[in-house]
C-alpha cells in the first residue's frame, strides 16, 4: 500500500518530511529556498564523500551514505535475511506491550506516522523497533529509540536499512546509552560537564552550583540524538558527520550552544532557569539556519580531539560507578 502523501494533498504548512510546522513555517520556508539552492549545487559535485559530509549531504543520497560511512551496509550483505527471520519469530508479550505504548508518541505531528485509516509509517517503525528488541536482549527497548528509528524510516524509507542503522548507531556509533543501566549516557552528560569547564568556564561555574544539573538539562539531547529538540534539517546534519566521524559531534554540537549562548545562560538566577534556559537556547534562528550551525560547531568550540574524549570518559564512568556502588 503506497503510504506517501498523495501530490497536492499536503497541508501548506507541512516540511517535506511530514511534519506540521506552526510556528516558524515563514522562516524555515525561506531558508530552504535558499538552503535547496546550495544542496542542489552540492549534488552535482557529490563524489568525494569526506570533503562534502561536514557540508550536508544531498537528500537522495543519505540512505546511501549513513548506510556506507556506518558499516550498516556491510553488515545487511553480510545477514541476508537475518532482519526477516526476527519478524517471524515468537514475540517477547511485554516488549511488543511497550513498544506498543509508545507508537502514538511518535512524532504524532507527522502525516506519515498518523494512523487513522492507513496505517501510515507506523507498522514499519513498530516492525524496526521489535526486530531490535530480539536482537539486542540487553537493551531491549527504551523510550528515545523510537524517535530514533522513526527518523531512520523518514530517511531510508526502508525497514531493513533502517534496523541496521540502527544497530550500528546503538551498537557502535554511541557508547552503551540505552543498556538499562544508561552508563554511557550518564558518562557523556559529566564528559561535557568537564569539557564545559574548560571552553566556557563562567558557565561551569554557574552548573556546579547544581549537583546533577546536566541529566537536567541535556539528557535528552543525547538520548533522542538532537531529535524533537534541534529543527529537522539540521538533526539531519548533525546525523551525517554522526554517521561519518562518530559520536563526538554531539559534543560539538552541545558546546556550540552553550558557548554561542553564554550571556542568557549566565543571567540564570536559579534551577528552574537554567533549565527554562537550555530549552530557549535551541530553537530560534541561530539552530534553524542549518548550513551556518554546522560551520558553527566545527568553529566555536575549538578543537576537541578522539584521545580526549576517551580520555574524559573514562575519568567520568570511574567517578560514577564507585558513586553508584557506594564507595571509592
Known amino acids: 500500500m503506497d503510504t506517501a502523501p498523495r501530490a497536492g494533498s499536503l497541508p501548506v504548512r507541512i516540511d517535506p518530511y511530514g511534519f506540521e510546522r506552526h510556528h516558524d513555517f515563514e522562516p524555515y ?29 544531498p537528500n537522495e543520497h543519505r540512505a546511501r551514505i549513513w548506510m556506507a560511512a556506518s558499516g550498516a551496509q ?18 517477547d508479550t511485554k516488549l511488543k506491550e511497550t513498544i506498543h505504548t509508545d507508537m502514538h508518541r511518535t512524532f504524532p505531528d507527522n502525516i506519515l506516522f498518523k494512523s487513522k485509516t492507513e496505517p501510515g509509517l507506523q507498522k514499519a517503525l513498530y516492525n524496526v523497533l521489535l526486530a531490535y528488541g530480539h536482537h539486542n536482549k540487553a537493551v531491549g527497548y527504551c523510550q528515545g529509540m523510537n524517535f530514533i528509528a522513526g527518523y531512520l524510516i523518514i530517511i531510508t524509507k526502508d525497514e531493513e536499512k533502517s534496523f541496521w542503522l540502527m544497530d550500528a548507531l546503538l551498537g557502535r556509533i554511541l ?23 574548560t571552553k566556557a568556564p563562567a558557565v561551569g561555574q554557574l552548573m556546579a552550583q547544581y549537583p546533577g544539573i546536566w541529566t537536567l538539562v541535556v539528557s535528552r539531547w543525547f538520548i533522542c540524538l538532537y531529535i524533537d529538540i534541534l529543527p529537522i534539517e539540521t538533526v539531519l546534519r548533525i546525523w551525517d558527520c554522526l554517521f561519518y566521524e562518530g559520536s563526538k559531534v554531539l559534543f560539538r554540537v552541545a558546546l556550540t550552544l552553550i558557548i554561542h549562548h553564554q550571556p542568557e545562560i549566565l543571567r540564570a538566577r536559579s534551577l528552574p532557569d537554567v533549565c527554562q534556559c537550555f530549552k530557549d537556547i535551541t ?20 578543537s576537541l580531539s578522539k584521545a580526549t574524549i576517551e580520555k574524559l570518559r573514562e575519568k567520568c564512568r570511574r567517578q560514577i560507578m564507585e558513586e553508584e556502588s557506594g564507595h571509592p
Open 29 to 57: 520556508k525561506e531558508m530552504m529556498n535558499e538552503y535547496i539552492a546550495v544542496l542542489n549545487r552540492r549534488s552535482m559535485r557529490w563524489s568525494k564523500v569526506k570533503r562534502f559530509v561536514r557540508k550536508g549531504v
Open 74 to 91: 556491510e553488515q545487511l550483505e553480510t545477514k541476508p535475511g537475518y532482519y526477516q527471520s526476527l519478524l517471524v519469530i515468537e514475540h
Open 175 to 197: 557508547p552503551d546509552y540505552y543498556s538499562p543501566a544508561m552508563l554511557g549516557l550518564k558518562t557523556d552528560q559529566e564528559v561535557l560537564g568537564e569539557l564545559v569547564k
Open 283 to 302: 530553537s530560534g534562528s541561530f539552530t534553524l539556519d542549518c548550513h551556518t550551525f554546522m560551520q558553527k560547531i566545527f568553529e566555536e568550540p575549538g
